[in-house]
């Protein structure tokens, strides 16, 4: 019986998350290093934005800040840009701040310490990827990084910049 129970909380690691692509990102604040609430509508507006989920105890989380990293700075441009989200628990929170100095994450970072923004987006395993358009809407949903995501990510971004442009000629009137 133990055995079963088990398998099932495996399992449930692996299950796609309960929030899906083509849906509104659902509200919640984040806490930047120095304290101060965020909402997300503060964090996304200006282009596609990636919350990165990660924790200074989750090695794989580690792994994939370089490729971010490249990541970003290939879509920079095209205002996209990684918001780097710490679910260390408040007892390992304090932790955060040296461990981003330490090792040189250049992304914004929050904290989500209750992991609010991390249920509510349907996080059950770090690292954990949400793509956003410009407009709110959930264009991705990963854990972990993968190379695919890489290509992925770029179409989305690309086809959230035609629509921003496609809008700003209907604003204009063209």
Not at 48 to 53: A, D, I, Q, T
Not at 72 to 86: H, L, Y
Not at 116 to 138: C, H, M, Q
Request: some cysteine.
């Amino acid at each position: 019986m133990r055995r079963i129970g088990l398998l099932a909380l495996a399992l449930g690691l692996f299950v796609l998350p309960a929030l899906a692509a083509d849906q509104q990102v659902p509200s919640f604040s984040l806490e930047d290093l120095e304290g101060t609430p965020h909402a997300v509508s503060e964090l996304i507006g200006d282009g596609p934005v990636l919350f990165n989920f990660w924790a200074t105890w989750c090695k794989p989380c580690l792994a994939e800040q370089p490729k971010l990293k490249e990541f970003q700075a290939k879509w920079a441009d095209r205002g996209f840009r990684v918001v780097s989200v710490s679910i260390d628990d408040p007892r390992t929170a304090k932790q955060v701040r040296p461990f981003v100095h330490r090792h040189k994450i250049e992304f914004p970072v929050y904290l989500d310490s209750n992991q609010e923004a991390y249920r509510k987006l349907g996080g059950r395993a770090v690292p954990f990827n949400v793509l956003v358009g410009s407009d709110g809407t959930i264009l991705s949903v990963s854990m972990g990084y993968k190379d695919k995501d890489a290509e992925t990510w770029g179409e989305m971004i690309e086809a959230d910049q035609a629509a921003r442009e496609a809008a700003a000629g209907e604003e204009k009137g063209e």
